[in-house]
């Protein structure tokens, strides 16, 4: 979501016409004091870059997830939230750069995200992790979908990959069986 920006306007008043003299009033208004908020770069119109900027987006918001997740955490599970934070990092960096040198702004990162469940406790913290997997595997699964280059496809493969794995394993420290999906991303 984007805030709307502070802008400077100027109005002019009609002029003011009497039997002898005419005048015109002008009335300005100034721009807050604060400086001056970025703008959010819009999602490209080429469907191969759209699903890659969507891809971004939902790294933020990860990454984001994950800092609760790691909240409520026990400590035997402290190494597999920060291998998948890590991951989630290196992997929004790497995107980043793809967007970045075909001179494409990448989304902003929110202040803060609206998550698809309450977290209270460690068996929250794991569904998040694996909801999140799972949501990151989707949109990771729409950039392979729509890529029109091989970089990109072999990019999107291996996120893909890692998010379906990381899944695998929060899944099995949920006790979730199966562990894994058929088709990593979809609804198959």
């Known amino acids: 979501m984007t805030s709307p ?21 002008t009335t300005t208004t100034t721009t807050s004091s604060r400086a001056a908020e970025p703008t959010t770069p819009g999602r490209p119109a080429d469907a191969a870059n759209g699903a890659l900027f969507d891809a971004i987006a939902t790294e933020h918001a990860t990454i984001y997830g994950y800092g609760l997740v790691s909240a ?3 400590p035997d599970v402290n190494d597999l939230v920060s291998t998948a934070m890590a991951e989630h990092r290196d992997r929004r960096e790497g995107a980043i750069a793809l967007l970045k040198a075909r001179s494409i702004d990448p989304p902003l990162p929110a202040a803060g995200y609206q998550l698809p469940i309450e977290v209270d406790n460690p068996t929250d913290a794991a569904n998040l992790a694996v909801r999140m997997e799972e949501d990151a595997a ?10 029109t280059d091989e970089k990109d496809r072999a990019f999107a493969v291996t996120a893909l990959t890692q998010c379906a794995v990381t899944a695998a394993k929060w899944s099995r420290v949920l006790g979730i069986s199966p562990i894994t999906v058929a088709f990593p991303g979809g609804s198959e």
């Open 72 to 74: 409520h955490s026990t």
């Open 138 to 147: 989707v949109a990771w699964r729409a950039v392979l979908e729509q890529a």
């Open 5 to 25: 920006q502070p802008t400077p306007s100027t109005t002019t008043a009609p002029p003011t016409t009497t039997a002898t003299t005419t005048t015109t009033t």
